[in-house]
């Protein structure tokens, strides 16, 4: 049961028995969909000002609720790269992964909803989503970054 859970991306990088971390999936769950949503917060917020609080508000839970599976698969395949790669690199392409299954998801949403193809003008804000997830997956990443597992502890390297 332990060594298939080592193998899923959200399992914890520690080599002791029993061990876990719950750190992957806080970040990415928690903390990914949230930094979304509060830049998607304030962006609506500065476009609608105070007039309209519900508009906001919509648009921040929106964002969260579409962000959620996204985060969910990006923070899969972080724990995946976090075996092999090192913290800076793995943090650039977790980001660039989010953004490209962003885009993907508002794309296929607007093909299943209108059953059409896809014009220049939803391209464009398919983009701008997935600009919103650049920043916050890569912050994810390198928050969920495990510095004992790749040696940089403050230990001595001889016994």
């Known amino acids: 049961m332990i060594e298939k859970l080592r193998q899923s991306g959200f399992a914890s990088e520690d080599l002791k028995e029993g061990s876990s971390s719950m750190k992957r999936p806080v970040v990415f769950l928690l903390l990914g969909p949230s930094l979304v949503a509060l830049a998607v917060w304030m962006v609506a917020a500065a476009i609608a000002g105070r007039i309209d609080d519900s508009f906001v508000g919509i648009c921040a839970i929106t964002s969260f609720l579409l962000t959620l599976p996204v985060s969910s698969i990006t923070g899969l395949m972080d724990g995946y790269l976090a075996r092999g790669l090192p ?3 793995r ?3 977790t980001a660039a992964f989010g953004m490209t299954i962003a885009i993907g998801l508002v794309l296929a949403l607007f093909t299943l909803i209108f059953s059409q193809t896809v014009p220049p003008e939803i391209v464009n804000v398919a983009i701008y989503a997935g600009l919103f997830l ?3 997956m890569g912050v994810c990443s390198l928050l969920s970054n495990e510095i004992d597992r790749q040696g940089h502890s403050i230990e001595p ?3």
Do not use: E
């Open 87 to 89: 913290a800076l690199l």
């Open 91 to 93: 943090a650039f392409l």
């Open 134 to 136: 650049l920043l916050p």
């Open 157 to 159: 390297a001889c016994a």
